[in-house]
């Protein structure tokens, strides 16, 4: 059975950090691409930031780069996303999801790519 699961949301203030978790297991973690992504009340999802998890390779949404970091624990077949310097507008619901299909890269579109989703984490960032 697959399963995607995220932990770790919670409230801040404005400059704090955060650690959202997602485990991941049901398929073979080691070939896919695993993503965060977040949808704030009113907003359409966006992507946030991808681990291709064979390699390690990253990417990251203009909007958080310099800020959140995305990792991994492939003997946990886990994915991290460490976020600092939180600002009111990171307020949302984070998702984790994956996908197996990276022949156009570990992007975090289209979303429709991805197969597997979490049921979402939420996080509160006041000012």
């Known amino acids: 059975q697959v399963q995607v699961v995220e932990s770790g949301g919670g409230s801040v203030q404005a400059g704090g950090s955060l650690r959202l978790s997602c485990a991941a297991s049901?398929?073979?973690?080691?070939?896919?691409?695993m993503g965060w992504f977040r949808q704030a009340p009113g907003k359409e999802r966006e992507g946030v930031a991808t681990?291709?998890?064979?390699?390690?390779?990253?990417y990251y949404a203009g909007s958080v780069k310099d800020r959140f970091t995305i990792s991994q624990d492939n003997a946990k077949n886990t994915v991290y996303l460490q976020m600092n310097s939180l600002k009111p507008e990171d307020t949302a619901m984070y998702y984790c999801?994956?996908?197996?299909?990276?022949?156009?890269?570990?992007?975090?579109?289209?979303?429709?790519?991805?197969?597997?989703w979490g049921q979402g984490t939420q996080v509160t960032v006041s000012s």
């Open positions: 049901g398929f073979t973690y080691s070939r896919h691409c």
């Open positions: 999801a994956a996908k197996s299909r990276i022949g156009g890269g570990c992007y975090t579109w289209p979303q429709t790519d991805f197969d597997y």
């Open positions: 681990i291709y998890t064979g390699l390690g390779i990253t």
